[in-house]
């Protein structure tokens, strides 16, 4: 029997990506600590762009026309999720290890990490109302992330202003502003079609982005999981229990008030994906390196795997 075209697409895609991951770990063997950081910002914004050409200005403002899902967004990251994972540390036994605790309460506070509207745009939903909850959520972050760490680790952390700046302007402004920009110059010279041509073209900018940040993941943190397969497996179980229960907590909310599936998706995606850089540099900054490399596990190990194979196997049933 033939594979159909679209399940041939969809097993090379994963080779392809189970290629970077396999050449990522095998390169940091050879050339320990390579200076790729730099890469990191090229490969979100390979991933960013395309993401962001779905944005229209008409559709950021129909969002704040009824705010709802960006109320209850902010809702579900700023108030439930670090009650949430304050309950999950408690239920399941940590051995008294203060800096997995500490890790964690950071990963599970800091809201929306900056590959939410790639996420989105993959599973075909609203990337405008991913765009503008993660931009609120990084604003107040600044005010409500030091109050959360404060009551649940008793330690006053400052979330610096410009760490936040920088982020918001690497992951929203410039690439957002950018494909505006496009969509205004195309359209114009072009038409409506040439724009939804280019928009499918620059798809595989997309899928270049992915497999260079997955390479350069595993270049990074490769040794980490070969190195300390239980913790990586414990933060696992930690992490997977959270997502999955603001995953469903966040659908049933939108089901509840009426919502449409493409906000659904990024309701979602925006409520159980944290942003795991910022909470990164304040473990590291704050309370040192083992709290540190609970983060880096958290993300690029734990959720990063969890949110890539959700939308595999969503796109296997959609096709």
């Not at 798809?203 to 497999?211: A, R």
């Not at 930690?238 to 939108?254: K, Y």
Request: positive net charge; hydrophobic residues 55%; proline residues 6%.
């Amino acid at each position: 029997m033939q594979t159909k075209p679209w399940k041939r697409i969809r097993i090379s895609s994963w080779l392809w990506g189970l290629a970077a991951i396999a050449l990522g770990y095998v390169t940091g063997k050879v050339y320990p600590a390579p200076p790729l950081d730099a890469a990191i910002p090229v490969a979100l914004f390979l991933m960013l762009f395309p993401a962001m050409l779905e944005v229209s200005l008409a559709g950021i403002r129909t969002v704040f026309l009824a705010p709802v899902l960006l109320v209850g967004s902010l809702v579900l990251n700023f108030f439930v999720s670090p009650l949430l994972m304050f309950g999950i540390l408690h239920a399941i036994p940590t051995q008294n290890e203060a800096y997995l605790t500490v890790g964690m309460t950071l990963y599970s506070t800091v809201p929306c990490g900056g590959l939410v509207p790639v996420y989105t745009g993959m599973l075909n939903g609203n990337v405008g109302l991913a765009v503008t909850i993660t931009a609120a959520s990084l604003l107040l972050s600044l005010g409500i992330v030091p109050l959360w760490i404060t009551a649940l680790i008793g330690t006053m952390v400052p979330v610096p202003p410009m760490l936040i700046f920088t982020y918001l302007a690497g992951i929203i402004i410039i690439p957002l502003t950018l494909a505006l920009v496009t969509r205004t110059i195309v359209v114009r010279r072009r038409g409506e079609q040439a724009f939804s041509i280019l928009k499918e073209r620059m798809k595989v900018l997309s899928s270049c982005g992915l497999l260079l940040f997955l390479f350069v993941m595993s270049l990074l943190h490769g040794d980490r999981v070969v190195n300390q397969p239980v913790l990586v497996l414990r933060i696992a179980l930690v992490v997977s229990v959270f997502m999955a229960v603001l995953a469903a907590a966040s659908g049933i909310l939108g089901k509840a008030l009426h919502s449409r599936p493409e906000d659904i998706v990024a309701f979602k995606i925006s409520t159980a994906a944290k942003n795991n850089a910022v909470a990164l540099a304040l473990a590291y900054s704050a309370f040192g390196a083992d709290a540190a490399l609970v983060n880096a596990i958290s993300g690029p190990l734990v959720q990063l795997p969890i949110l890539l194979g959700c939308i595999a196997v969503w796109r296997s049933f959609r096709g």
